[in-house]
């Protein structure tokens, strides 16, 4: 894109106004002049005065280094009508000073529901030397901070700062080095989150100990996503305390993937965390792939979590684990409809045990309606299989590597 056809669009969105039909403006990965980018964010600005934007991405990796951020939101924002409702400034080389243009536009930017700024490593490293007590992101909803190199210190002070505003319901702070210094991250976490995404921010088991003791945040947490950190059984008797409590109330989806938890972590995750949920508080999705659970981890999972979903990816079950977890779904399963039982190693024949269960009819009303054995060796055995059970229980799916042995 050059520069003459950013002015051009930058033209043609002041002139139609109104009558213009683009309310999504995608075009990240492009570099934009200053003056351009500015004469943008104010056309942009103008327009949404009769006809709110949906979202908008530009910029290339370089847009936040040369001044180009600052230029455009300062064209956004000369007053505090602008009606954007997602902004996406994704890996765009941001600098301190540019984050505090964004951070002023958002504190005016009352339609600005949805803030993307992940991807910009450093940007917030000044961010907890701010002793203004102003809200930040006052408005957003939806706040994407991945992969900025957010260390605990700095994490900290943007939770206590979100708190105060009471606007975020779905943050995601994943791919942040929080956990190298202890600080219990969960706890911190304003009591408006619904949504909060943890995935490898380098959590270890002391970054838990004190969770179920400060939980008092929590309640409104539906999805937490703690995967591809540093948790071992050390810290389950903790969480499992957390889970069952009625701080922990709301959660529907947990997912603990990637974490070395092992059959024993499993276990007293699965014993003392979400069987006393019971039926009115269960959860709906839990995923335990890469855990190291084992077989006997992964039939603990099956029999008693009461999930509708299960995940149990990648756990080198093998094919003595598959005849192992075979009885459990003899008949099907109760409260089951999705079980992942991928990439486990499993010989086609112990495949075909696991599965086979599935013809017999029993006094269980089945819910189940997907296993997924994809990544374990299949053939014609299991083909065959398969056939039969869509006899039995049409609507069925296995889903598998049709035609290849692994």
């Known amino acids: 894109v050059t520069e003459a056809n950013w002015v051009r669009l930058a033209a043609a969105i002041t002139k139609h106004g109104q009558a213009r039909h683009l309310k999504t403006l995608q075009a990240s990965g492009h570099a934009i002049g200053n003056s351009s980018a500015k004469a943008l964010g104010a056309a942009i600005h103008e327009s949404s005065k009769s006809a709110p934007w949906l979202l908008v991405a530009i910029g290339d990796n370089e847009m936040g280094v040369n001044g180009g951020i600052e230029d455009f939101v300062h064209g956004l924002?000369?007053?505090?009508?602008?009606?954007?409702?997602?902004?996406?400034?994704?890996?765009?080389?941001?600098?301190?000073?540019?984050?505090?243009?964004?951070?002023?536009?958002?504190?005016?930017?009352?339609?600005?529901?949805?803030l993307n700024l992940s991807r910009n490593p450093g940007c917030m490293k000044d961010l907890d030397k701010d002793d203004s007590n102003t809200k930040i992101f006052p408005f957003v909803e939806e706040l994407d901070l991945s992969a900025n190199e957010l260390a605990s210190n700095q994490a900290k002070f943007l939770l206590e700062r979100l708190s105060s505003s009471q606007s975020c319901r779905i943050l995601n702070l994943s791919n942040n080095p929080i956990g190298q210094t202890p600080f219990d991250v969960i706890s911190g976490c304003p009591s408006c989150v619904c949504e909060l995404n943890l995935s490898g921010c380098e959590i270890g088991d002391h970054c838990l100990l004190s969770l179920a003791a400060n939980s008092g945040n929590t309640n409104a947490i539906q999805s937490l996503d703690i995967s591809n950190n540093l948790l071992t059984v050390a810290s389950m008797e903790t969480f499992a305390k957390w889970l069952a409590s009625d701080s922990c109330s709301s959660l529907s989806t947990l997912n603990l993937s990637n974490n070395p938890l092992t059959k024993n972590g499993v276990e007293v995750l699965i014993?003392?965390?979400i069987v006393p949920r019971g039926a009115a508080r269960r959860l709906h999705t839990l995923d335990?792939?890469?855990?190291?659970?084992?077989?006997?981890?992964?039939?603990?999972?099956?029999?008693?979590?009461?999930?509708?979903?299960?995940?149990?990816?990648?756990?080198?079950?093998?094919?003595?684990?598959?005849?192992?977890?075979?009885?459990?779904?003899?008949?099907?399963?109760?409260?089951?409809?999705?079980?992942?039982?991928?990439?486990?190693?499993?010989?086609?024949?112990?495949?075909?045990?696991?599965?086979?269960?599935?013809?017999?009819?029993?006094?269980?009303?089945?819910?189940?309606?997907?296993?997924?054995?994809?990544?374990?060796?299949?053939?014609?055995?299991?083909?065959?299989?398969?056939?039969?059970?869509?006899?039995?229980r049409p609507?069925?799916?296995?889903?598998?590597?049709?035609?290849?042995?692994?």
């Open 271 to 273: 014993q003392n965390g």
């Open 395 to 406: 609507g069925m799916d296995i889903a598998r590597d049709k035609g290849q042995n692994r």
């Open 77 to 114: 924002s000369p007053g505090d009508n602008l009606q954007l409702a997602a902004l996406d400034l994704s890996f765009k080389g941001l600098s301190s000073s540019s984050l505090c243009s964004i951070l002023h536009l958002a504190s005016i930017g009352q339609f600005l529901e949805t």
């Open 288 to 392: 335990l792939g890469e855990t190291q659970c084992g077989a006997e981890g992964a039939l603990m999972a099956i029999e008693k979590s009461k999930v509708v979903s299960l995940r149990l990816f990648k756990n080198s079950l093998g094919s003595e684990g598959f005849v192992g977890l075979a009885p459990a779904l003899v008949g099907g399963h109760s409260s089951l409809e999705s079980l992942d039982l991928a990439a486990n190693g499993a010989e086609v024949g112990a495949v075909v045990t696991l599965l086979r269960g599935l013809i017999t009819v029993t006094e269980i009303k089945s819910k189940l309606k997907c296993v997924v054995v994809g990544g374990n060796q299949g053939g014609e055995e299991l083909e065959d299989l398969v056939k039969e059970i869509n006899k039995v």
